[in-house]
């Protein structure tokens, strides 16, 4: 089977850390995200991928090398655009898409099955949220067959709490509705048409995880979620001690306290004497504690230097020194995060 990975796009919402990499490459635990969704397409017997380039190219290109066909788009060619550029890689076959800064475990033979089932020229994963404002949210009939949509509308004015995921399965056809014009999005210029002109596309509603990483709230609550085991990805590590993995040598942690877990420490990492960690803390590959440092609700990205006797709290921490202080995991729960089970 074959699928398609969207990896293209600036990510300006997770700023400053996309001034220095794409949005797919932000890691979640050990590795970056659009690895978890290779990964999780692969083990699901998608065996050719393709994916598109613009921001940062070279970074991805390097970490996946031939693992997947590439895609470079000098100018953006938009979310439906780039699946356009790349047409002949699936022939007649269905047309399987996903975000690469997604983090999820759904089962996509289920979305391709749907759409086979339905017989429509197009299938939008949805997932019911509390919170509709915050994302483009899909109207159907009975049948599942798609009616309308509404984007991010007030939740007194909602008339749907399923958003799209931006995860599709389309039949070949779909680009007959496409524009002329080069940049195309799927949202503004091509199911328009297809509702325009009375064409069937349905949706294929889970109940799966799925977080969108579309914000550093996401990003930080993605990565608990991972950690806690609420959304199913691999990783490395083994458990030392009750919620604390360690991705190397235990010994890691002598003249450390662990006041509260889970903490998660990657390989190659430095902590000095008298550390505090409060979990959840996720501290990535190759990040040095410095001694009498105090850490709480904290990640630190890979080769992050967090200089002795510093405190940290809900807060995401980069190897340019960036802290990004976020609101309090309750205050994200109340607001209708993307995380859901």
């Known amino acids: 089977m074959k699928a398609m990975v969207l990896a293209a796009g600036l990510g300006t919402r997770l700023k400053p850390l996309t001034f220095h990499a794409p949005k797919p490459m932000v890691p979640v635990l050990d590795r970056p995200v659009m690895a978890h969704i290779v990964g999780l397409l692969e083990s699901q017997g998608f065996d050719e991928l393709v994916a598109n380039l613009h921001w940062h190219a070279d970074a991805i290109r390097a970490y996946f090398g031939d693992r997947l066909t590439w895609s470079y788009e000098p100018e953006l060619l938009g979310t439906a655009g780039g699946v356009r550029k790349v047409r002949d890689f699936f022939g007649e076959e269905p047309i399987v898409v996903i975000s690469g800064d997604a983090l999820t475990d759904l089962d996509l033979r289920q979305l391709v099955a749907r759409h086979r089932e339905t017989g429509g020229i197009a299938t939008l994963t949805v997932k019911r949220i509390p919170d509709p404002s915050k994302y483009g949210v899909v109207l159907h009939d009975r049948d599942g067959r798609i009616t309308g949509f509404q984007e991010k509308p007030d939740p007194a004015e909602a008339l749907s709490d399923l958003a799209s995921c931006g995860i599709y399965c389309f039949s070949a056809e779909i680009f ?13 210029d091509v199911f328009p048409v297809l ?27 993605g990565t608990w979620d991972a950690l806690e085991g609420r959304v199913q990805v691999e990783r490395r590590g083994h458990e030392v001690a009750e919620g604390v993995f360690v991705c190397g040598d235990a010994e890691v942690l002598d003249g450390v306290e662990v006041i509260s877990g889970p903490i998660w420490i990657g390989a190659g990492c430095e902590l000095g004497e008298g550390v505090r960690l ?45 802290v990004e202080r976020l609101p309090s995991l309750d205050a994200l729960s109340a607001s209708g995060s993307a995380r859901t089970n």
Not at 176 to 188: I, T
């Open 195 to 221: 509702l325009e002109n009375d064409v069937p596309f349905y949706v294929h509603e889970i109940d799966s995880y799925w977080n969108d990483i579309g914000s550093l709230g996401e990003l930080k609550q």
């Open 176 to 188: 007959d509705y496409f524009p002329e014009r080069e940049f195309v999005d799927w949202a503004q």
């Open 278 to 322: 409060i979990g959840p803390v996720v501290l990535g590959d190759g990040t040095f504690v410095g001694a009498g440092s105090s850490l709480r609700s904290t990640i630190a990205l890979p080769g992050t230097r967090i200089e002795p006797h510093s405190i940290l709290i809900d807060a995401i921490v980069a190897a340019d020194g960036f």
